[in-house]
């Protein structure tokens, strides 16, 4: 079966400070990747999503960037946190014309 | 712009009957349908999908389709306290696009 593992869980970081999110899929090959933002009483909001390898595209021009090295990794990044990122991050995956599945998320507090 | 609408809610049902939540989505050429429940600082957790040929039944959850109006709905019955929570519609895309759009959610709280 197919498992989505996202880290960290919780994250607490300064303003203007970098940030590195990890998302991973087994079990399963080629699979559509996404991240998405989860505001505080508010829908998803996508970000970005992927395709393959090294194919990434953006829905929300912000300072946050997403890398897909592997297969099955997916990466969302940032050179200089903002307090608007603030978060609920949610890495999801899934096949064409079948359901999205989330990983856990990773909270996101910027100070 | 595909638009998916829910009743942001909540709704309150009492424990034991039935709730029954809905969405209506702009885009008719869709095929594909899912429901989402989400507990209060925890993801997204797949509950129910179908397709548009037909309704499906799991368990104590019915997701039904109304094509003609564009909507879909989601029927819990026997409520239990531990349903309370938010779902979310989502609906899967017609043409090229393979991203699906997702409703901001129904809250439903079951009271005992």
């Known amino acids: 079966s197919q498992t989505i593992h996202q880290w960290p869980a919780t994250l607490v970081q300064p303003v203007g400070s970098p940030l590195s999110l990890e998302c991973t899929v087994e079990?399963?090959?080629?699979?559509?990747l996404y991240w998405y933002r989860q505001a505080a009483g508010r829908g998803l909001q996508l970000l970005f999503y992927?395709?393959?390898?090294?194919?990434i595209s953006s829905e929300v021009p912000q300072n946050l960037s997403a890398s897909r090295p592997q297969d099955r990794q997916f990466i969302l990044s940032s050179k200089k946190l903002l307090l608007s990122d603030s978060g609920f991050y949610l890495c999801?995956?899934?096949?064409?014309?079948?359901?999205?599945?989330f990983g856990d998320g990773t909270r996101l507090s910027i100070l | 712009q595909k638009e998916v609408e829910q009743n942001s809610g909540p709704l309150s049902v009492p424990e034991g009957a039935i709730a029954s939540l809905n969405c209506t989505y702009s885009?008719?050429?869709?095929?594909?349908f899912f429901w989402y429940r989400q507990y209060s600082g925890k993801s997204p957790e797949l509950i129910m999908f179908?397709?548009?040929?037909g309704d499906k039944e799991d368990g104590r959850f019915t997701a039904q389709l109304n094509k003609a109006s564009q909507y879909v709905s989601l029927l819990i019955r026997d409520s239990q306290p531990s349903d309370s929570a938010t779902y979310l519609c989502?609906?899967?895309?017609?043409?090229?696009?393979?991203?699906?759009?997702f409703g901001r959610g129904t809250s439903l709280i079951v009271h005992p």
């Open positions: 999801a995956w899934n096949r064409v014309n079948q359901p999205q599945h």
């Open positions: 079990g399963t090959s080629n699979p559509n």
């Open positions: 992927s395709v393959g390898i090294g194919q």
């Open positions: 885009d008719r050429g869709s095929q594909s």
């Open positions: 179908i397709y548009s040929n």
């Open positions: 989502a609906v899967g895309p017609s043409g090229g696009s393979y991203i699906p759009t």
